[in-house]
């Protein structure tokens, strides 16, 4: 069975300074991974995806996620954050056998202070 | 398109009261999926559809949870009797099979209250 776990519940940080949100799948199968974005009473949001070819997908917000295959990982990095970015990530991974269906990580509380 | 509409958008209930969360995908899309998500268990997928036809519904909480899809255009979610613990929001999505990776897309979600 397919399991996305986000080895962070809760990462703060300050207003300009870089973020690594930390993913982690188990599949024996191909994958397509996911980032969903959740803003406060909203909800979730594709952020990015990566589904073949280059490994390092980008978001038009300046997020970017890399596919690395022998570490089972699809992190989340932005160099540089703003407080518009405070929300909840979810991970998320399809393929195999889920037939149509994502399994989601537990999320990661990203929270940006001034 | 207007994509994923869910209604009401807010309910509060007392307890024993029959609920129904009401929800209409984006035209087009073949699966749909009803989660709900707390505080203490995150996102869960409660069951899912593929041209109307329940697929997995192992995610129900119990026999007091049901869900219907008549049409392609409409599914339901019902909890009779509702109880306190299951104030959440439900969230419905719906996405594409032949869209490559089924990604999904979500509605604002119904926030239930359990008084």
């Known amino acids: 069975a397919q399991s996305v776990t986000q080895l962070d519940s809760q990462v703060p940080v300050f207003e300009e300074a870089p973020v690594e949100l930390r993913c982690n799948y188990s599949?024996?199968?191909?994958?397509?991974l996911f980032w969903y974005v959740q803003y406060p009473n909203q909800g979730l949001q594709l952020l990015l995806k990566y589904l073949s070819g280059s490994t390092l997908v980008e978001s038009i917000n300046g997020f970017e996620a890399e596919f690395n295959k022998s570490q089972t990982s699809f992190h989340l990095r932005k160099p540089s954050v703003h407080i518009s970015d405070t929300a909840e990530y979810f991970c998320a991974a399809a393929g195999g056998t889920s037939y149509g269906k994502l399994t989601f990580g537990q999320g990661t509380i990203l929270t940006v202070h001034p | 398109d207007a994509g994923v509409i869910q209604s009401p958008r807010h309910e509060v209930t007392e307890m024993g009261q029959e609920v129904t969360l009401r929800c209409k995908p984006i035209?087009?899309?073949?699966?749909l999926f009803w989660y709900r998500q707390t505080m203490m268990r995150g996102l869960e997928l409660l069951i899912y559809?593929?041209?109307?036809?329940?697929?997995?519904d192992s995610g129900m909480p119990e026999d007091r949870f049901s869900a219907k899809m008549p049409n392609a255009s409409f599914s339901t979610l019902k909890i009779q009797p509702s109880e306190p613990r299951d104030s959440a929001v439900y969230f419905c999505a719906s996405s594409l099979q032949a869209q490559r990776g089924y990604e999904q897309y979500f509605g604002p979600g119904t926030r239930l209250t359990v008084t």
């Open positions: 599949s024996s199968v191909s994958v397509y």
């Open positions: 559809f593929n041209n109307n036809v329940p697929i997995d």
């Open positions: 035209s087009g899309h073949d699966y």
